[in-house]
């Protein structure tokens, strides 16, 4: 289960978060989180109100640096693969979507997730690898979403997933017509442009407007941000003042997920949940937060919902 900041765990968590009769797409699971079983994955989207979920396969069992020797071949969170994945939302369709995976570096990474682009795949990632942003070797997996129109999800966390986010902007415009998705402690914590410690993952107070992330929203048109995790929870509680106009300015390029691994799916253990009751709380109106909790991940995804 994840250990949530003690200011998270104080979001108010009293009243439900989710209104059933309001769709919410989920765009961050995965398959056997933590060792969560698919019945428990199944009942936590239930019970946080979740209409269609994405899941996120992990990458290839192999031992090289790009996988920290292996101890990030599952998102170091031993999550299930493509199959697992593609299995499940196949099994679920009303109720799961699937996305295609590889360790970004290795050779056979365009093949592997062409092989589950062809078979319905909406979206490559998680991308949470041991790599520089601007490695060539990792530029098959982003021509792999153009030729399918899918976007990309990075994980960017600072010396160990995705390295060099500020040199991301070179990515985005090698890659013009291939959307990414931002995720993760690094793009959180740039939203500050006041940010200067980038082994701080998780920073409180109050937030600078104009940070990296905030410019990269605002100048890159196929650049987005997937709300999930503690990161994205940390990012909106820390400042709800700022939260509130950062929403605003970006509710276009903003997705509500949940990356979350407890088995309950409500109250104050389930992030998820917290993420949800936070939206709804910091929206600035209805139609912004249906955007993020529904409409956003509808149209960059391609989804219907059944």
Not at 139 to 159: C, I, R, S
């Amino acid at each position: 289960m994840l250990l949530l900041p003690r200011a998270i765990l104080a979001v108010e968590t009293t009243e439900p978060a989710t209104a059933p009769a309001e769709p919410i797409i989920d765009i961050h699971q995965h398959t056997h989180y933590s060792g969560r079983s698919d019945a428990e994955l199944i009942e936590h989207q239930k019970r946080m109100g979740v209409s269609l979920t994405v899941l996120l396969p992990a990458g290839s069992n192999v031992q090289t640096d790009s996988t920290h020797q292996g101890k990030s071949n599952g998102l170091a969170a031993e999550t299930g693969g493509n199959e697992s994945c593609y299995t499940l939302a196949k099994q679920y369709p009303q109720m799961f979507r699937f996305g295609a995976n590889e360790v970004s570096d290795l050779p056979q990474a365009h093949d592997e997730i062409t092989k589950y682009l062809k078979l319905g795949a909406v979206i490559v990632g998680e991308q949470k690898f041991n790599v520089d942003v601007d490695d060539p070797k990792i530029e098959p997996v982003f021509a792999a979403a153009g030729e399918f129109n899918v976007p990309v999800l990075m994980h960017f966390q600072y010396e160990m997933y995705n390295k060099g986010y500020e040199r991301f902007w070179k990515v985005l415009e090698k890659f013009p017509k291939v959307n990414f998705i931002g995720h993760a402690q690094t793009f959180w914590a740039n939203i500050d442009k006041s940010y200067s410690d980038p082994k701080n993952l998780y920073p409180k107070g109050l937030v600078t407007p104009g940070g990296i992330t905030d410019q990269y929203l605002t100048h890159y048109p196929n650049f987005y941000g997937d709300m999930s995790a503690g990161s994205g929870l940390n990012a909106m509680v820390r400042d709800e003042p700022h939260a509130r106009e950062f929403i605003d300015r970006h509710q276009d390029k903003l997705m509500f997920g949940s990356d979350c691994n407890d088995r309950v799916g409500r109250g104050p253990v389930c992030q998820g949940w917290l993420t949800i009751k936070e939206i709804r709380k910091l929206a600035s109106s209805k139609t912004v937060e249906r955007k993020l909790l529904c409409d956003n991940a509808k149209k960059l995804l391609r989804l219907t919902l059944d």
